[in-house]
């Protein structure tokens, strides 16, 4: 067991903190918050073309596709350094980590050709079509519906929470082809088909971030339909897989909370009761960091990763919870014209518990996979 | 980065699990509070395991791991002092077993150790215990605790010494605390899972299945702290294990209290042994504010 980066991770994440250095203009702080702004949107775009020719946007993907196939440590590492500066690659880092690699091993030659290129040149925003108003940690109750006609699909339903749909050029989309669980199908749909509407729906959690999304008569040729009919459920699967680590949120929380005590010492106003807070989340972050950085192991050494993966997630939710607290009862300023990647942290760190599954769906994981306790009767 | 215990770390484990199996029950009969197993301390020693810190490919990581299987035993003996801690007190050169007097307090194995370590506010100093006169005393700790009934004349260890042996007090505090955290989680989980209300397990009941993943959480956390600050030996990364491991020791404790019932109030039932050692831990080194204080020294630029 060892604790300590080689020298080949540590020379990476300076390459990274390099490229940073020289590629994040002066006032990219203030850029930062609303994950979906149009000028963060905007500012993405350029910048993952940047670290595109630079080999920085996907090396852990295969040659093939314009990486190096490096290991699952440095898409972690480069994930990390992202996410503390405020993820200036915007809505990119899902096509990075995970629908890039699906496309890679479920799409048709034709699909991979058309759709993987300009996510390795960091060319294309897609958004993830999965949740709807009836259907958020219960996937299976999915209503919206690709009906076939010969050699189009016709899709009509209600997208919901959709982020990034305003912006996006393509949505990874789970629709209905057949009654039950084995009855659902992914579409790799284009945001300008016809029939498509995308509402903004104005939030706590920063500019232009989630919509409505609402599909009506919208028509795709059967070439969109991702795998085969009703193998969305094992698609979804491998996608989550490798999306199981999930963002690394503890280093934003960790240098957020950093900052927000260095000012309170600055200003003699870090009090004893102030300290055991600050103790509390530095030793979530931590924490979440190890649980995290288990994963990433586990995947580096091909061994299946278990239920420690929603352990991890549950971690890095406490983390951001602490820390956002903290913040807002010692630094208060931060959601009143303060600091603006306090700002940034604390709209990121209230949806930790409930994108990409909810805290308490972590917890029942952990509850029967982790501890074998019975399920609860349904 | 290797999350994976080595192959010596592994065989070691395996090895601890092997001799510590015949002491994995409580006694049937016993209705106390400190369990103690001389046994199980003399085998621990003629195994040499007292030294896995210091033997070639196991380490202080090795030590850890070991520390953290021994305390899920419902029996205990001093382990976690000198496995950990004693390596770093004057070279080793000081007999096990170790105990630690802080401030006069109540101290675990007092009256077994033959060194003591004597905490007095932010002074640290190290004494042969045999000048000392020590007073057993009952207690609800489920160890066995002591305390001098005399001053013991000490010069205290250099500040730069006195860092280092407090960084691995808190090593193994945490270490410590993770097993003692395991075996009252597992303990529990068994009871939820056989225990019927309402016609159906307790663990089924969403209310307690979340409060159960939370301790569980808690606990690994604890856990991958103490293992990774055994590896680092850094000031801050022990203060982050021990004061996580006193932090979430209150939660654990009356959560898996409050599971178990009326059952868990019992002498009967083993968790007392594992939740009344926690209790003991909680206010050591100066308990959790002296931690926090120790991770905002050590871990805020």
Redesign the interface.
Known sequence: ??????DQ?AAFRSTVRDFLDVNLPADWETIAHGPASEAQTKFSQEFCGKLAQVGLLVPHWPERWGGRDADP?TSFILAEEMWAVGEPRGGQYMNVNWIGPTLMKFGSTQQQERFIPPMARGETLWCQGFSEPEAGSDLASLRSRAEKHESTYRINGQKTWTSYAGAADNCFLLARTAPGKNGLSIFLLPMDTPGITVRNIPSLIGDGDIHEVFLDDVEVPETALLGGEGEAWSIVRTALSLERVGIPRFALACRV??RV??SL?KAEH?S?AA??E???A??AC??AR??S??I???RR?GTATGP?AS?AR??TV?CERLVAAFVVEHCPEALAGGDAMLLAHHQRAIVAGIASGAA?I???L???E????????R | ??????AD?AALVTAIDGLSAQFREKPIGFHGFALVSEELEQRLAAAEFFDVATTPGLGP?GAAMAVERLARLPYTAEIALSMLVRPHVLGGAFPRPFALVENGRPGRFVASAKSLLIADGETLAVAPARAAAVEPIDSLYAYPMARLTKKVATKPLPPKQAAEVRTWLRVALAAEAAGLMQAA?DAT?AH??VRKQFG??L????AL??R???C??LT??VR??A??AA??ADQG?A??AA??AQ?SATRIVYDLHQMLGAMGMTLEHPLHLWTYRLKALLSELGG??A???A??RH???
Do not use: I
Request: glycine content about 6%; charged content about 20%.
């Open positions: 067991m060892d604790f300590a980066w080689d991770q440590w909370l950093d005590v260095a010492r870090f004893s300290c055991v600050a103790a509390r530095r030793a931590e924490v190890l649980y950085y288990q990433v192991d586990q050494q420690e352990a549950f971690a406490t308490e972590q917890l029942n952990v509850a029967t982790m501890l074998g306790l019975p399920r609860e009767p | 980065m290797d999350f994976r215990p080595t770390q990581v989680v989980v939820l899972c159906r397990p663990g089924s009941f969403q299945r979340h159960m993943a939370e569980a959480v690994g956390g991958w702290l293992l990774k590896s680092t990364d203060a982050l004061f996580h932090d959790g504010g931690q926090a204080h991770v905002a871990c805020f630029a």
